[in-house]
């Protein structure tokens, strides 16, 4: 496994004009669990396959996007050794109170260079995927819409990659496994704190902060084909697919949420291991390397943020 | 509904049928082809049908600000679109997103959004 403390993307919290709207995406298309609602009114999600009580967290506000992305650490000194780390590279942090977000521990709180509000945690209560843990069936019934396992990744957009790429690689220990190169320019990055193809990308763009996709995990191409037609039955707003990624070799289908958002429901990827090095997509071979099957470009999918 | 100049004349151009079957009129300053918007449908979602490619299409949630438009005349309601793409001020001046823009007559309208205005690294070698 990776040398990472940090050990998966455990939450990402949502900005969206419309709260009702939202929830009903996120519950019923994507099939994420309700699991309860804070005082603040934001209301809190999990993939059905998830242990930990939720992953992802939906914000009423007047303009979408994230607000921050959490990842958890493996234990209470992991998150203390990580946050002297973050400070020693030159990070301002701050810690936010266990209970904060319903469920949760403290979080360790700080900036990627691209403006991106990132958090770490060790602690978040379990509530388990109903299965149990003694001889358990192999999937729970009675789960809506696309049925989405877990919560996998985000990609993000900004101008400084480069620094993001050297904190999240030197301070939290992240691989990077893929990138996109221009002659010596970093275009896009992807990198892993674990076992998967990706837990977190970047793409250069000229405006810092901004959000590119959520992606949630599928268990086959039949079920990505299953969730192409739940986005046609519901006339969900469809951005790209269903194809396969070159990078990273997912097969995928993009659409927003009611906001604006964009979500990515994917399977199959490939297993990282920390001994691999990073593959490299050349700038003239960009279209396969995002589309495989089109091998053209989309400017949409390339420029469209929230 | 929002009024910018509500008694200016309508441009006129729709069949009668179209008429009769209360269709809005969507004219683009600059474009020869007009727009017919059934009511309560957004102007975004009737370009579409359409297959008209008039104003940039991104998200088609009030999100992203790719179908970012001027009304220069005509009434029409609006639902909640971002507000970093739509100030306050935007909103009183006749600025709005077409997938949020539900026409409540005829209009006369200029596009301002862009799906190249601020575009990623990615496809900036590919542009040159």
């Known amino acids: 496994m990776a040398q990472s403390a940090v050990i ?31 005082s603040e009114g934001r209301v809190y999600l999990k993939g059905w396959d998830e242990q930990d009580w939720f992953s992802v967290v939906l914000r009423e506000a007047d303009h979408p996007g994230m607000d921050f992305l959490g990842f958890k650490v493996l234990g209470a000194d992991a998150l203390t050794r990580l946050e002297a780390d973050l ?25 990627l260079p691209t403006g991106h509000v990132v958090e770490l945690y060790a ?33 993000l957009y900004g101008r400084d990659i480069d620094g993001n790429i050297a904190l999240l690689r ?137 | 509904m929002r009024g910018v100049d509500a008694n200016a004349p309508s441009t006129g151009d729709l069949d009668a049928g179209s008429r009769l079957r209360g269709f809005h009129e969507i004219r683009i300053l600059d474009a020869e082809q007009r727009i017919a918007c059934t009511p309560g449908e957004n102007l975004l979602r009737a370009m579409e049908r359409l297959n008209l490619h008039l104003i940039p299409v991104g998200c088609r949630g009030g999100g992203c600000g790719v179908c970012r438009i001027q009304v220069r ?27 949020c823009l539900m026409p409540q007559g005829d209009l006369e309208i200029e596009v301002l959004g862009s799906a190249t205005s601020n575009p990623s690294a990615v496809l900036k070698p590919l542009q040159g």
């Open chain 2, 73 to 99: 005349r005509g009434d029409y309601a609006t639902r909640q679109m971002s507000r970093v793409h739509v100030s306050a001020a935007d909103e009183a001046a006749g600025i709005a997103l077409a997938c």
């Open chain 1, 123 to 155: 602690q978040k209560d379990f509530m388990g995927n109903g299965l149990g843990r003694v001889n358990p069936d192999p999937w729970l019934e009675g789960i809506k819409g696309m049925q989405a396992q877990r919560f996998d990744h985000c990609l």
């Open chain 1, 170 to 306: 030197d301070v939290l220990k992240f691989d990077l496994t893929e990138k996109v190169v221009d002659g010596e320019l970093v275009v896009a990055a992807f990198l892993s704190c674990s076992n998967k193809a990706h837990d977190i990308a970047f793409v250069r763009h000229a405006e810092d902060g901004k959000f590119h996709h959520a992606s949630f995990l599928l268990g086959t191409w039949e079920e990505v084909l299953r969730a192409a037609d739940i986005i046609a039955m519901h006339d969900i707003s469809l951005d790209l697919g269903p194809t396969r990624h070159g990078i990273t070799r997912g097969r995928t289908i993009y659409f927003f949420d009611p906001s604006g958002n964009r979500n990515e429901v994917f399977c199959g990827d490939y297993t990282w291991y920390p001994d691999h090095e990073p593959i490299i997509w050349t700038a003239d071979q960009l279209g396969r390397a995002i589309f495989y099957h089109d091998r053209r470009l989309n400017e949409n999918f390339l420029n469209v943020v929230t």
């Open chain 1, 8 to 38: 998966r993307p455990g939450h990402v919290c949502l900005r969206v004009l419309d709260l009702e709207a939202a929830v009903r995406h996120y519950r019923d298309r994507l099939g994420l669990l309700e699991i309860e609602r804070d």
């Open chain 1, 87 to 111: 400070k020693a590279w030159g990070c301002v942090t701050e810690r936010i109170p266990a209970g904060e977000l319903r469920h949760c521990g403290e979080r360790v709180r700080f900036q």
